[in-house]
């Protein structure tokens, strides 16, 4: 059975701290896709990155960076300098191919709460 | 590019009404389809998801149903609320294919509160 645990349920930073938050996942398939998602406070989830299992390379995206690591079932998202817009919870997904739906199966999330 | 619309955004409902929430996608065919409820925590949990017109799959038992009468529209229902209906529904779509690569885009949400 597939399952994500983002261990970490609330975390606090001062603006401008850096952050990481972590994502552990668990999956017989060999391939598979990982996902993030912000849920701002407004309630919408906003797709952040996917990432496909035989790609390790990390990414950047301005501020955000994500550091995939297969040898130990990790998908760790880091915000550099954070902001208060970086306010919100965030969700780490796997996805399910062996699903006719494509189904997600989601983390229970960490709120961020960033403080001026 | 494609969009997605949910409403009403917010909806208080006495216990024992019925409840109809819509949601519709712009600028794709054939998307799959899903309904999620956030509870007071903040876990999403899957409750339907569609693959073509007139095909549903639930995913947990419960006093809800879904219809997708058009390929880009699916309804969530329900004949009688109860309390627990409570919570934020989430409506997704996401491209259909044989891939597990797409990810899923959600609606704004609606908040449900029942009396």
């Known amino acids: 059975a597939q399952k994500v645990t983002q261990a970490q349920t609330e975390i606090s930073v001062v603006e401008k701290e850096d952050v990481t938050l972590d994502c552990v996942y668990e999956?017989?398939?060999?391939?598979?896709?990982l996902f993030w998602y912000k849920q701002p406070p407004s309630g919408e989830l906003v797709f952040l990155i996917r990432?496909?299992?035989?790609?390790?390379q990390n990414e950047i995206s301005g501020r955000y960076s994500w550091n995939f690591q297969k040898s130990t079932s990790s998908f760790n998202f880091t915000i550099t300098a954070s902001q208060v817009v970086d306010s919100a919870v965030y969700f780490c997904?796997?996805?399910?191919?062996?699903?006719?739906?494509?189904?997600?199966?989601f983390g229970k999330g960490t709120k961020l709460s960033v403080i001026p | 590019s494609q969009t997605i619309h949910q409403w009403p955004a917010t909806l208080v409902q006495p216990v024992g009404s019925p409840l109809s929430l819509e949601c519709t996608v712009e600028g794709t065919s054939n998307p799959n389809l899903y309904w999620y409820r956030q509870a007071a925590g903040r876990g999403l949990q899957l409750l339907f998801y569609s693959v073509g017109i007139g095909q549903i799959s639930s995913e947990v038992p419960q006093n809800l149903s879904a219809s997708r009468p058009q390929d880009r529209q699916f309804i969530l229902s329900s004949k009688k609320l109860l309390l627990s209906d409570s919570g934020f529904y989430l409506c997704?779509?996401?491209?259909?294919?044989?891939?597990?690569?797409?990810?899923?885009?959600f609606g704004d949400g609606t908040r449900l509160s029942i009396l």
């Open positions: 999956t017989r398939d060999t391939t598979y896709y």
């Open positions: 997904a796997l996805s399910d191919p062996g699903a006719g739906s494509y189904q997600l199966t």
């Open positions: 997704a779509w996401r491209a259909g294919g044989q891939t597990s690569n797409q990810p899923q885009h």
């Open positions: 990432r496909n299992s035989f790609d390790e």
